[in-house]
Structure formats: C-alpha cells, structure tokens
C-alpha cells in the first residue's frame, strides 16, 4: 500500500516505461486514483492514454494536472539500474527522476488525497511525450474538445525550476522551425576549379550573416529568436573533386514575433542569385498565457505561501505538451522540479522538492 507521495513517487520510478510503452505503469495507476475516479483509456497503437476526472461539485470548473509517463531510454554509464530507485542522502536516482515522475507522482498523491473542490479535477497523462507525441495528449484533447469536456485550465508538472526549488514558471514555450537549403553547383576536378562552380564557395559569404543570428528582439518574455545552424555537408569524401551541391539544414527556435516567413525572406533575400532550393516544417509553434490569467496568479499565490518565494517567469527550454493545451486555447502553465539532469546518465532529483511540489499542487487545489 502506498502511504506517502514519495513512495508513489519510487514506484512509478520502477516501471521501465521507455517511449511510447508504459510497462504496466498505467494498470498500477488505475488501481491506485481508485473507484472514486472516472477512468478514460485513449489507447492508439502502442501509445496509452489515460484521463483521470472526479466532479466534486455541480460548478462548471474543470482544472487539469497533465503531463507524460514515457522516459527517454537510460543509455550506459549509470551507477546504478536506471529503473531501481536509489535512495542516499535525501536524494533518488533513476532515469525519470526530474523528467517527469515527480511531476506525476506529486499531482496524483495531491489529486487523491483532496478532499473538496469547487468544480471538476481532471489528470491527463501520457505515453508518447519524449517520442513524436502525435498520439498522445493532442489526440487525447481532440477526444475532449469533441465530448466537449475540454479543461478551464491547465498545469503541467514539468520541470520548470532553474537555481532553487520554485523560482520559475513557465507561462509559454518558444517553437521550433526547421529549415532545410540545397544548393546546387557544377561538380569538377579540383585540380581545375575554373571548370567548375563550388558550392561551398557561393554559400561561404552568406554563413556568416545566418549564422547565429537574432532574427527578432525577443520581449518581455521570450528571448530573441535564434537561427542556428545544424549540419553542413557537401562532397564525397574525396580530396580532388569539387562537389556538386551543398545541404545546409537549420533550426530557429521561435518566439512570437518570429515565423516562417521571416525565416524564408531572410533565405531568399540572401540566396537570390544561387542556385537553391529552401522548405521548412514546423515542429512547433510559440504560446504564451498571459501572466494575468487566473491559473498563473493561483499558481504563484500557491509556491509564495508553501516556500515563501517570489518566482519568475519563463518560455526558455524545447517543447512541452503545453503547446497543445494553448493550441485548444486553454489557458497552461507549467511547474515542477528543477531542471539541471533531465536525459542525463545518474538523472536524480531530491526529496525535498518532490514533497514540497505535492504540498504546493495540494496548495493550489484547496484555494482554487
């Protein structure tokens, strides 16, 4: 039997639940929220859903605590079993630790253990966030959205914390576009360059004015929006030949006065006289919930009073399933531990700011 959010928290540590699978994880879930819990599964291949409801009251309010169950896999060089918890000296080791069981374990312990509510508590969790998250919460909010029983509010437990335990939310997430140029020339011997057209030459004069570049001022809450240059590769690996075409591919991780476009009048303004192909896919795109919203002001209110700390507003880091909430417009913020070991061999987080996490969602839910 579980007593404590600790407890809970270890043993969703011990199931090996490696994207997109849950390890049985979600079976142990069920039987623990219990049959006071309307129990949802939203299953699509190999990837499970669950969504969790209990109305406590007739109100129309519907707060949601969401967030995934999938780790990326442990990857070599650990101390100890990545999915054996260790416990030493107030700290727990294992792959999850930070990203996110302790997001999850604190929100079903405080979500449980609530006694009232004004209105509806829903959990939403998830399978498939570290992998394409293409059939998990998105599909699950399209399923929402249809029965019409979409939540007023959102938090996500994400590790958000940067220094000390509570000195940052996260309100917004920057978005992520990928570019991807080809640029053509005349292949030849190196011997004879006059014979041919290089493209490493007609894109060395551009490099430097994409390259790292700040395609935007950023605001009051999103830094400025960088291009950033991944990958260059040209030839055939062999020194006498020229090659015939140059594959250049980018990343600009963007805020809300940065999109496509920018980006593809940048490329084409300097690419104009070249040979060249360009495209773009957007893996994600920008949100922001406005610093007002009541769910920011509760939540703030909520980490004053448990550790008597002023915290900070933030949209740095990848991409959350936040981005989908904010995409049903749903008014999303994210909170959790902090976040300095996330996919890293040894991944841990301390004790302290698990039971503390729990104390601060236990918080929220009393005065919300």
Not at 55 to 58: A, E, H, Q, Y
Not at 255 to 259: L, Q
């Given at each position: 039997?579980?007593?404590?959010d ?12 490696v994207t ?7 079976d142990f ?6 049959d ?6 939203l299953?699509f291949?190999?990837v ?6 209990k109305?406590?009251?007739?109100k129309?309010l519907?707060?949601?605590?969401a967030g ?6 442990a ?5 100890s079993d990545?999915f ?5 000296d107030g700290?727990?080791t ?5 990203d996110?069981?302790s ?6 312990y405080?979500?449980?253990h ?20 293409v ?7 399209e399923?929402?959205?249809a029965k019409n ?8 437990a994400e590790?958000t914390c940067?220094?000390i335990f509570?000195d ?5 997430r920057r ?9 053509q020339?005349?292949?030849?011997h ?5 014979k ?5 030459d007609l894109?060395a004069?551009i490099?430097?004015q994409?390259s790292?570049?700040?395609l935007?001022?950023?605001?009051e ?7 950033v240059i991944?990958?260059i590769r040209a030839?055939m690996?062999?020194?006498?030949v020229?090659?015939n ?5 980018l990343?600009?991780?963007n ?5 496509q476009k920018d980006v593809?009048n940048l ?5 104009e006289?070249?040979n060249y192909k ?10 922001v919930?406005?610093k ?15 550790l008597?700390?002023?915290?900070n507003?933030?949209?740095?880091g990848g991409t ?9 417009d749903?008014d999303?913020v ?9 996919h890293?061999v040894n991944e841990?987080t ?6 503390h996490?729990?104390k601060?969602f236990e918080?929220l839910l009393?005065e919300?």
């Open positions: 039997m579980i007593t404590n600790i407890e809970l928290f270890k043993k969703l540590l011990s199931f090996r639940s997109p699978y849950d390890d049985g994880l979600f879930v069920d039987e623990y929220m219990g006071k819990w309307h129990i949802e599964k299953d291949g190999v499970k859903n669950r969504v969790y409801t109305k406590f009251s007739d129309a519907n707060l949601c605590f995934h169950i999938d780790v990326v896999p990857g070599d060089g650990w101390s990545p054996v918890p260790i416990e030493k700290t727990i294992a792959r999850g630790t930070q996110m069981k997001g999850v374990a604190s929100m079903l405080a979500c449980k609530i006694a009232k509510f004004d209105g509806t508590i829903t959990i939403l969790l998830t399978s498939d966030e570290e992998g394409d998250a059939d998990g919460t998105v599909r699950v909010l399923y929402m959205k029983i979409l939540p007023d509010f959102a938090v996500v590790p940067e220094n509570g940052t939310i996260k309100i917004g978005g992520s576009i990928n570019g991807y140029l080809d640029v020339g005349v292949q030849g190196a011997a004879y360059p006059q041919a057209v290089n493209p490493i894109i004069p490099l430097s994409i790292n570049k700040d935007d001022n950023g605001d809450f999103f830094a400025p929006s960088k291009l991944t990958d030839g690996e062999a020194t006498n020229t090659p075409n140059l594959k250049l591919m990343n600009v991780r805020s809300t006065k940065t999109d593809r490329i084409d303004g300097l690419c006289n070249l360009f495209h773009m896919t957007q893996g994600s795109y920008p949100f919930t406005n007002g919203s009541y769910i920011v002001k509760k939540l703030q209110k909520s980490i004053k009073h448990i008597n700390i002023d915290t507003y933030s949209t740095a959350s399933d936040a981005r989908f909430f904010a995409s049903f749903v999303v994210e909170f959790g531990v902090i976040n300095d070991k996330i890293s841990s301390n004790i302290y700011e698990v039971s996490l729990t601060v918080e009393k919300f």
